[in-house]
């Protein structure tokens, strides 16, 4: 049993695709099997799929099948799983998605199945807005993280080949791994 947060814990932030899960890889393996659109991970340096010729009907279909069925059996990222079960000694851990809220019983399953603990959950691309008082952040998208460096919270951005891009807050911080973040928030 997962015991409440006390009062006062700080809030951690926690992003899930490609964060916590390997989710670019089953989306391109998605777009390979269905369509035979072939893009490779350092191609993606934008983290939008029809910048590399999918269709949005292509899109919305490889999206669908993600949400219900595909996202509960993603890979967890290197080094996630221990360094969650750390963290959430510490901290609050709030758990934020882009995800569609089609997704949640499947997400929710697959955050049990992988043993990743975390004390709240939500579905929203307003990530910085939602009025949480993040102590911290863990995201991969560059575009959220400099929304939510905003706040005032720290942002540590996993490098992706899609968040390349220098960095343009001060709050914001570039990590490479799991152990790197553990070194920061421990
Ligand atoms: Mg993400």
Known sequence: MRKRARPGKPILGVDIDNVLAESDARLRALFRKLYGITLKEHQMTQYDYMTYGVTEEQLRQVFRIFNVEACRTLKVVPGAKTAMQQLAGRYEIALVTSRNPESKASTEYWLRAKGLPYDQLHFNDDKHALGIPYHAFIEDRHEHAHLIAETGATV???????????????????????????????
């Open 156 to 186: 540590y951005l996993l490098t992706r080949p899609w968040n390349a891009t220098p960095l343009a807050h001060p709050n914001v911080r570039r990590v490479h791994t799991w152990s790197e973040i553990l070194d920061h928030l421990m």
